[in-house]
């Protein structure tokens, strides 16, 4: 009886730990997308999605919605970290109703996920920042190592990765065509597969390109590695244990890289859009 009393103790001790410890886990609503106004500066290139469509226009109000009730503390999106003063003044806009009044906005100011997405969400929470993250001062010199690849006759490695692309490619553009709508496309884009194959890319492909002593595919991964980390430290830099819940809208790729930070800090955990779509 005394054994059965101790063991109960130290059950319950246990569990409260573990209760304390999630509690101070900070979750991080993870969205990767693919940019509404398609500039077509990725590796792989999309056809076009229309983000202005009122079907689009709903599902946005209806991922906001979601977004609201979800109540992240902090925003961060894929913007430059050294322009954080032209996006607040761009969000003081939006609050005030005049961002969209200009008849002169270029695509991108006028369909970007940022303004579509992550100002609407940001506004139903009374967010009074977005934090912009974005760092750009790398290189990514994927036609070279494409080259390095076929100057060294290494076409199974090439045709691994055309296939690949062209895979993805050929998806994405089938659920256009076929009027997928942008809450699926958004699911599909956060699949395992689709981050899965993101990551093989990069950190595992790209590695193999040239001759041993060719470093044009390891130097484009640490360009890619570097641009993630230093988007990621602006991310915990500006995130206190007390916010909770955090939210990062970016490019799939992205995402697939802090979806690995995330997993591998005993201190937060991930949130996908589609448990908040479902709750």
Known sequence: ??????????????????????SNVTEALLIGTFHYNN?????????????????????????????????????????????QKELDSLYQLYNQG??????????????????????????????????????????????????????NNQSELKKSIENGISKLTTEFDNKIESETSLIELTYYMN????RDFHNNLHNN??????EPDDFSGPFLTSEWFKRNLYMWSFVLKNTKKSDGR?????????????????????????????EVMEK
């Open 246 to 274: 955090i939210m990062i809208l970016a490019g799939a790729g992205h995402i697939a890289m802090f979806e690995k930070f995330v997993n591998r800090n005993s201190e937060w955990k991930v949130k996908e859009l589609k």
């Open 205 to 210: 492909l790209m590695l193999l390109a040239g």
């Open 98 to 151: 005049k961002y969209f009044q200009n008849d002169s906005l270029s695509d991108f100011y006028l369909k970007n996920e940022i303004f579509q997405l992550a100002f609407r969400a940001a506004k139903a929470n009374n967010l009074k920042t977005i934090y912009a993250i974005d760092y750009n001062e790398t290189k990514f010199p994927f036609d070279d190592v494409m080259n390095d690849i076929e100057k």
């Open 39 to 83: 500039p077509g500066g990725d590796v792989v290139k999309t056809k076009s999605f229309d983000i202005l469509n009122e079907d689009s226009q709903l599902e946005l109000d209806k991922i906001s919605a979601k977004i609201k009730n979800y109540n992240p503390t902090k925003i961060f999106v894929e913007w430059p970290y050294n322009e």
């Open 191 to 194: 699949t395992y597969e689709f």
């Open 1 to 22: 009886m005394k054994n059965h009393v101790i063991l109960s103790i130290v059950f319950l001790a246990i569990s409260y730990m573990n209760a304390q410890e999630k």
